[in-house]
């Protein structure tokens, strides 16, 4: 195996799993991606998941030296469990993060995707790190990520940043997460998926926007989003809010649009002052390349309190 130091960085989405072998360039020097149907609807996701990763190690050539996934989750404070996954079955109350490293023999570090993205793209942004940042990605469910004095909000829990599960009022339609009513069942990647397979199914789910922009079911869900968004900016107040994820990158999506109901949203001072939008810069990589990050930090970071110990 190669010898090259490296690690693991995995990206569990509702739709895609991606992993990539990452240097400590920062550099993808293998890769691989799968369906997450192909890991979720066997007998048990959890060994599924464990023998995809360890198949694309030994196929990959590398040996590295440690494993950083991120999941479209609830993680624990202490970020060692999932405790709920409402998109993908099978990953829910698992202490993920001893299970991969007795497994593999090497130290796994768990993070919610969201904060994964967000990860990348304060680095690729160049973003002030002291600055409240708020980040918006709108995919197969909304991910949410908190970044406040310096750090992810994680909350007492490590539930923070659930906006895609924040109750709408007159929604009244089972959520993935058990409770009804939820954002996501009325404006999520999955939702739109829905609609378009119903409305116009012979249509690429990439051009929806480019035909139906203007519909109102689908201009209602801009607004839901937006209402959404906003509620959370009046409350944190932040200096950038980053915009991203699939839905918000399909071909004639109307961000200005988003960002327009957004604003109409805003108390002052964040109205007076003009929030600083901006979209994200993740592409598929960048959950693989924001976990190799957050690996990184916390391991340099404890390698250098060790040598000043």
């Given at each position: ?10 990206d ?18 293998s890769?691989?991606?799968r ?12 060994e599924?998941?464990?023998?995809l ?13 440690g ?22 079955r099978?990953?829910?109350n ?44 709108w ?62 199914s ?64 805003l ?20 959950g ?10 916390i ?11």
């Open positions: 195996m190669n010898q090259r130091d490296c690690v693991l960085g995995v569990v989405g509702g739709t895609h799993i991606r992993m990539g072998i990452v240097d400590d360039s920062g550099t993808i020097v890769d691989n991606m369906y997450t149907k192909e890991v979720s609807e066997g007998e048990s996701t959890l599924n998941l464990i023998s990763l360890e198949g694309f190690v030994h196929e990959s050539g590398f040996n590295p030296r494993i950083s996934i991120g999941f479209p989750s609830v993680v624990s404070k202490d970020r060692k469990t999932i405790i709920q996954t409402p998109n993908i099978g990953l829910d698992l202490e993920l993060s001893a299970i991969v490293s007795s497994y593999f023999g090497i130290p796994c570090e768990l993070e919610k995707d969201v904060n994964l993205l967000l990860r990348y793209d304060l680095s690729t942004l160049k973003i002030e790190p002291e600055d409240p940042v708020v980040g918006v990605y995919g197969t469910g909304i991910g949410n990520s908190l970044w406040v004095n310096g750090t992810f909000l994680t909350g007492a829990s490590g539930g923070a940043g659930e906006l895609g599960h924040v109750p709408i009022a007159g929604a009244e339609e089972l959520c993935g997460c058990g409770n009804f009513g939820c954002l996501e069942t009325v404006a999520s990647g999955r939702k739109l998926a829905e609609w378009a397979a119903s409305h116009c012979e249509l690429p789910l990439d051009d929806l926007f480019l035909s139906h922009a203007e519909h109102p079911d689908l201009t209602a869900m801009v607004e839901y989003t937006a209402q959404a968004v906003a509620s959370e900016l009046n409350i944190i107040d932040p200096g950038v809010v980053i915009l991203g994820g699939g839905v918000i990158r399909m071909k004639g999506f109307p961000s200005q649009e988003l960002i327009r109901r957004i604003e109409a949203h108390r002052v001072p964040a109205r007076s002052r003009r929030t600083n939008f901006r979209f994200s810069q993740a592409g598929h990589s960048s693989v390349l924001g976990a190799a990050l957050h690996y990184f930090d391991h340099g970071r404890m390698a250098a309190e060790k040598d000043r110990s």
